[in-house]
DNA sequence: GCTAGAGGCGAGAGCGGTTTCAGGTGAAGA
DNA sequence: TCTTCACCTGAAACCGCTCTCGCCTCTAGC
């Protein structure tokens, strides 16, 4: 044994197919990739043979040859241990259930990423010169998705980020604005929020969402910070509604927070919705585990993903290229029913 | 230009560096894996050089030559359209953390396979042949995990499976029990349970969890089919209640049921945990969003999933392998303050 | 019957690494 | 001073596949 290891033990190469069909690689080649150049009586013979010795063709190799590796890769940014992200938001989830459909009887694979606040400069080089088939940004930040797309431009951020970077995002301020009103046509006007994270962009529009709602409607701001976990909605809540005893409604930036906003509602005495309504954001998994069911604004994050994945595979999109996809008000328990 | 495309475009080879640096390709690769054989001097020189040409060996060209992809592959079965598991089930979520922060400063990458119940035979064969480092098996059912490990060694159920695949599991009979034994202590006779589906091997040892407890105690057994979904728990209590409005407490073998059972409980206008005690299964992102909070019991999937991609990355386990995790009670608001 | 052209086919050169093997060097030991 | 041996180092084979290029055959056209 001259060699260290043989690749894949036992299985067949491209070469045993040809000896077997009394062919060349190169013919073998041409029958497995559809490409024009062989008769279709040795088309049929290779590929009866390839069935029979039980052929695939190796990734490695393949990718090596072509220079292109048919890979999506979906890159987070991790904050704490695990349960820190992916674990604890169903964002990511649905981000992935949209890439993983849009890839499904394609011979693309899916790769997921984690990069650490800590060495997120290095983790983006890093990603960013590995990428082949293209990268989908579920979670990061301006400065590094731009870094990103310098390195790389086979690329979609799926969070409103730097104008070059191709995106494909959500009208987060048309949802705080649509929610706002709906509370404030329902009657409200202490109408409170709990919003995202600091240097989040969809945190930053959606609250951006709510002050203009609340400054047209002439209203009280009343803000408080809920870090996009549900301990923090939870716990904003509670404060808010010591604070400002009167508030009536609660716009909150992501379900995952309105789910612990409501508990902390009702563990304060108060009715959802009747003394306090609620809507959050997302139409996540949140929103239909809590109780009562919450109203939300929805977002197709899954038709994004799955969108964006197209895009990628068919060559990525342009430089600047941004969609913007439209929100959809869902009604549920956690607002009474509109008086007509 | 004798080739199509080069394989990453500008991106400097082991051979450049190797010019750069004046030394061979071997030279460079000894030095790059860390492997004996070259001069502390020349070690310094070759590194800076690398590093001035912001070199990174690639992945496929690596993995052709040494035969083994770093990669660990996740694999789940899928039912319905996106949405339908990874996009709805806090599981998946949990293995993909788990397996992520084991995955952390290693050099090995994370996929995420999802295999259709129509062509699982097909995508089974498939993938085990392009198995590297290893590969999870999510909630395969033990007929195509046996299959699957028939194939390729290198894989670790994490759900109870076929005896002869490594598995790391839950002792999801215990949990029932524990469960049941709770809500007996706490004073309930009435208890019903929602399970989850059929040919699924952790819902049918909680069902049988459940029964035995049942029996032990003498009581009647009272049981619906929630299929694991959130949809499936609320109707499932819905109609056990309609049926049986005795129940006094309910056992629900996944949390996210649980969270719909909930909401049908609070619905028939009776009070949780005062009229129907509720507990869970999972400790999942499901029982922190219900309200009240769902009691329930926890599985450390983070844990096993992470230990198991470790396992994988040191070898794999041995034939027939198995571990079993304890669970745990979590009490919280879905059952009452235990009598003392 | 002869030539041109088209299409099928194989040889062979990469793709970018890893690893063996042989040679070369210098220090230690005889 | 001459071996011996350990340690570096580079040449070259190889991993499995793709793709160009040139040869060969066969058909169509004159």
Redesign the pocket.
């Given at each position: 044994?001259?060699?260290?290891?043989?690749?894949?033990?036992g299985?067949?190469?491209?070469?045993?197919?040809?000896r077997a069909a009394?062919?060349?690689?190169?013919?073998?080649?041409?029958v497995?990739?559809d490409?024009?150049?062989?008769?279709?009586?040795?088309?049929t013979r290779v590929r009866s043979v390839a069935a029979e010795l039980g052929?695939?063709?190796?990734?490695?190799?393949?990718?090596?040859?072509?220079?292109r590796t048919r890979t999506i890769e979906v890159i987070a940014t991790s904050f704490g241990p695990f349960g820190g992200w992916l674990g604890a938001h169903p964002y990511y989830s649905r981000v992935l259930a949209g890439a993983m459909s849009a890839l499904e009887g394609t011979d693309t694979q899916l790769r997921v990423h984690a990069i650490s606040a800590e060495r997120a400069l290095e983790a983006v080089d890093a990603l960013a010169e590995d990428v082949t088939a293209g990268a989908l940004l579920a979670n990061v930040t301006p400065e590094l998705s731009m870094r990103f797309y310098q390195r790389c431009r086979r690329v979609i951020s799926l969070v409103p980020t730097a104008s070059a970077v191709p995106t494909l995002e959500v009208d987060n301020i048309a949802g705080a604005l649509m929610a706002v009103t709906h509370l404030h046509r329902l009657g409200r006007r202490r109408i409170a929020a709990i919003h995202g994270p600091e240097n989040n962009t969809c945190a930053e529009q959606r609250r951006d969402g709510y002050r203009s709602a609340i400054e047209g409607f002439g209203l009280l701001e009343l803000s408080a910070d809920g870090g996009f976990t549900r301990e923090g909605g939870h716990d904003a809540a509670r404060q808010l509604l010591d604070r400002h005893p009167e508030i009536d409604a609660l716009f909150v930036a992501c379900d995952l927070m309105a789910a612990g906003a409501v508990q902390a509602i009702t563990a304060s005495g108060r009715r959802v919705p009747e003394d306090v309504a609620v809507i959050g954001f997302d139409d996540s998994i949140a929103a239909s585990c809590a109780n009562p069911l919450l109203s939300t604004i929805r977002l197709p994050i899954e038709e994004m993903a799955a969108e964006a994945t197209r895009m990628l595979l068919n060559g990525g999109p342009a430089f600047g290229y941004r969609k913007r996809y439209p929100v959809e008000l869902i009604l549920r328990e956690s607002t009474p029913p509109a008086v007509v």
């Open positions: 044994m001259s060699r260290a290891t043989p690749a894949r033990p299985r067949p190469t491209i070469n045993d197919v040809a009394g062919v060349s690689r190169a013919t073998v080649s041409r497995i990739n490409v024009a150049g062989a008769s279709p009586s040795i088309r052929y695939q063709p190796s990734a490695a190799a393949r990718a090596l040859a072509t220079g």
